[in-house]
């Protein structure tokens, strides 16, 4: 059973289409994160949220995390073909447990010129 | 350098031998993680250390052996492969701040069991 899921697995879309990734779960987490890996390499930091409700932007990109902090979502604005790759949530559980992180399957987006 | 740097790249190996793939962080960071990639199942958590000789189970711990003598080194071992173990390994490097706790990767070693 995976702690946290991801939706959808695939997504292809049009350059200049917006999309929204998804990453839930029954557990609460003291932060999540988001990753962006690229084919060959491991995945890289794009975000951390930490505040239930908070949102986060980095350019195109929009984060948020749920008020309860069980779920995250990343919006993007207007692909670009620079934006395909594998996106991966990542949620820590705080305490005692604070450095251990678990990752979601991860949502594989392909953005067509 | 500084970073993260695992080693081999790629290795393919028999079932049934014994294989350890090697992981090095120049950071000093308290916490180590060995991952492994599979299509469909993201990034599952084998072993992971807090500091040194202080190693504990993730989701899939079993099949494998790990140990921390020094902070900077945290090698993974596959006691006996299976073909199930064929995957991508990836080990992760973190220092907590807080709750807080950015991993950074490896490049991964890309392991084939025949």
């Known amino acids: 059973t995976q702690l946290l899921e991801q939706s959808p697995q695939f997504l292809s879309i049009q350059e200049g289409e917006n999309l929204t990734v998804y990453c839930n779960s029954s557990s609460v987490f003291s932060s999540l994160q988001w990753y962006r890996q690229e084919p060959g390499e491991g995945p890289v930091l794009l975000v951390t949220?930490?505040?239930?409700?908070e949102v986060k932007k980095l350019k195109r990109l929009t984060f948020q995390f749920g008020d309860a902090r069980k779920d995250s979502s990343l919006h993007i604005t207007a692909a670009q073909p620079g934006d395909t790759g594998l996106y991966l949530c990542a949620g820590a559980k705080g305490g005692n447990q604070g450095g251990k992180l678990i990752f979601g399957q991860g949502t594989e987006l392909s953005v067509k010129p | 350098d500084a970073g993260i740097t695992q080693s081999p790249r790629y290795k393919i190996t028999e079932t049934g031998r014994q294989v350890t793939l090697m992981c090095h962080q120049t950071?000093?960071?308290?916490?180590m993680f060995w991952y492994r990639q599979d299509l469909g199942h993201g990034l599952r958590l084998i072993y992971y250390s807090a500091a040194a000789d202080i190693t504990d189970k993730g989701e899939v711990p079993d099949g494998y052996v790990v140990s921390r003598s020094k902070t900077e080194n945290f090698p993974l071992t596959l006691e006996s492969a299976t073909r199930s173990q064929t995957s991508v390994y990836f080990c992760?490097?973190?220092?907590?701040?807080?709750?807080?706790?950015?991993?950074?990767f490896g490049q991964g070693t890309r392991l084939t069991v025949v």
């Open positions: 949220v930490v505040t239930g409700g």
């Open positions: 950071w000093s960071h308290s916490y």
């Open positions: 992760a490097s973190s220092e907590r701040t807080g709750d807080l706790a950015e991993a950074f």
